[in-house]
């Protein structure tokens, strides 16, 4: 009874608990290094996000669902996607190192305004949210994003994770990553996309279960326009100074 209560073992056992603690802190920021390495490289198989839909519509029988996920590699993706999500969700994507602090302290100060605190994610957090957690608001959550950003920012150029991003988000319900959501809605490969086209899948990123690029509703249409005003004044594909086809 003495040892296994950590008296006369030689060791107590809330340091023999703290000594195991720590190794399985180190063993996940291990795997989580890891993961993010490998991913830099091989094309996820799929995501946390896709999972979590694939489970909810198993759970409600859903009938009639089906996911779609179809990777393709930047080059076999216009280079007009890229740049329309960037203009529609970060502006400052090739410069910040993951966090877009401007815009955080926007948000926090419309909050403190007494209005809702709105989202100020980057792509880089977009990435690392959709690809290795879940959907909610909680400091754990939203910890383990930074987490996760920092370590993609740190292990993968701007060009992996732009190519990540446009593969793994949701552009309809089940419609997962620029290949599936051009046929689906356009009836044509992601590298045939041209810029209304580009510019209509990125204007149904804030709600892409609610939204359809096409038909667009008014809303999607007009906020399509944006987006296409926001590329031609950052200067197009060449904003970004990623070599994928036109």
């Not at 390495?37 to 996820?44: A, E, G, S, T």
């Not at 920092?150 to 319900?173: C, M, Q, S, T």
């Not at 089940?174 to 990125?202: K, N, T, V």
């Not at 804030?206 to 004044?233: C, G, M």
């Amino acid at each position: 009874m003495r040892s296994v209560l950590g008296i006369g073992s030689g060791r107590p056992l809330w340091r023999r608990l703290a000594r195991w603690t720590a190794l399985t802190v180190v063993a996940l920021i291990a795997l989580s290094v890891l993961a993010v390495l490998v991913l830099r490289f091989v094309p996820p198989l799929t995501s946390a996000f896709m999972v979590a839909r694939w489970v909810d519509a198993r759970a409600g029988a859903e009938r009639g669902f089906s996911l779609d996920y179809r990777w393709r590699p930047l080059e076999q993706i216009s280079a007009q996607l890229p740049i329309a999500v960037v203009a529609a969700e970060d502006q400052k994507f090739p410069s910040h190192r993951g966090f877009d602090l401007d815009a955080i302290r926007s948000a926090l100060d419309a909050a403190d305004e007494g209005g809702r605190l709105r989202g100020a994610s980057t792509i880089s957090q977009q990435v690392a949210k959709n690809l290795f957690l879940w959907s909610g608001r909680s400091f754990v959550r939203k910890g383990l994003e930074a987490y996760f950003t920092v370590l993609i920012e740190a292990l993968w150029p701007k060009r992996r994770i732009v190519e990540v991003y446009v593969n793994i988000a949701e552009f309809g319900d089940g419609i997962y990553g620029a290949e599936a959501a051009a046929r689906h809605y356009f009836g044509r490969p992601a590298s045939a996309l041209d810029a209304r086209q580009a510019a209509l899948l990125a204007a149904v990123l804030p709600n892409p279960r609610r939204y359809r690029a096409d038909p667009p509703s008014p809303f999607v249409a007009q906020r399509a326009a944006w987006i296409a005003r926001q590329v031609r004044q950052l200067g197009g594909p060449e904003y970004l100074g990623l070599d994928v086809p036109r």
